[in-house]
């Protein structure tokens, strides 16, 4: 047997022509929804996935405010420049694009956003309301792995779903997120201080890995016709490449692949839902600000 490969970048360009549907419609109102994506230094992979979402925002006919800094920016003038995205009403939407320099307080930095702004949904704000169930922006990568499902129509109601991995960005929103009654599945979180992950991790009927390092998810981890969702981003060097590198995820993939039911590739599987659902978070802010939802 063999994995069904979840083609990510084609649902992700569906969600995106649906968001850029209503943009027009939105448009025709009068209302330009628009995106600040401020970005700190030279990270490559950031510059990249920067790079992403502003190719991806003039697609969908949004406004792009982005602003470059330099490495060097002091955390003040960094939080002087939000304070004034936050003022601006022709700005719905701030994003700071993770991780920042180590001479800046990421803490201030997420808690300097309006939260009705807060399109990544990282706010304690948003945390919070998702947590409880009320209105809140879902933050992205999370937000786009239950898409995901939805849109492949796997069943989740009921089923085992394991995340690998506890970050504030995807473990821990992911959790809430397939615990709510709309998705309906039992949660077990594994991490670093988990023993016997494997045990668990075998239980899973849906396995996210999401540990952010190669390899963390072998075969000998994984149920016979689970569904298996690669979260993972991880450059590995790779002197055939132009790049000197090549991405893989946290999945031994070709291996995974042989027995899970479905699988999503790296790239091209859960990175292309992350900035759709993007897009799809400054629509609502934009239509949120304009008394439309
Ligand atoms: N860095 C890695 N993922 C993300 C994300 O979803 N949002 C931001 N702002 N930074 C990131």
Known sequence: MSATIIDGKAIAQEVRSEVAQKVTELKAKGINPCLAVILVGENP?????????????????????????????TEEDLLKLIDELNKDKSVNGILV????????????????INPEKDVDGFHPVNV???????????????????????????????????????????GKPLAILMSSRKVNSTVTICHTGTKNMAE?????????????????????????GAVVIDVG????????????????????????????????PVPGGVGPMTIAMLMFNTLEAAMNQNGLN
Do not use: W
């Open 233 to 264: 981003v991880n450059r590995i060097p790779d002197s055939t490449k132009k790049s000197g590198f090549r991405l893989v995820g946290d999945c031994d993939y070709d291996e995974v692949a042989e027995i899970a039911s479905y699988i999503t």
């Open 128 to 170: 919070g309301n998702l947590m409880i169930g009320r209105k809140a922006f879902l933050p992205c990568t999370p937000h786009g792995v239950v898409v995901l499902l939805e849109k492949m129509k796997i069943e989740t109601s009921g089923k085992h779903c394991v995340i690998v991995g506890r970050s504030n960005i995807v």
């Open 200 to 224: 668990i991790t075998k239980q899973a009927d849906i396995l996210v890995a999401a540990a952010g390092h190669p390899s963390t998810i072998t075969k000998d981890m994984v149920k016979p």
């Open 45 to 73: 992979a950031s510059v990249s996935y920067v790079t992403g979402k502003q190719k991806a925002l003039a697609e969908a006919g949004m406004t792009d405010r982005s602003v470059h800094l330099p490495e060097n920016t």
């Open 97 to 112: 694009q993770l991780p920042l320099p180590k001479h800046i307080n990421e803490d201030r930095v997420i808690m300097a």
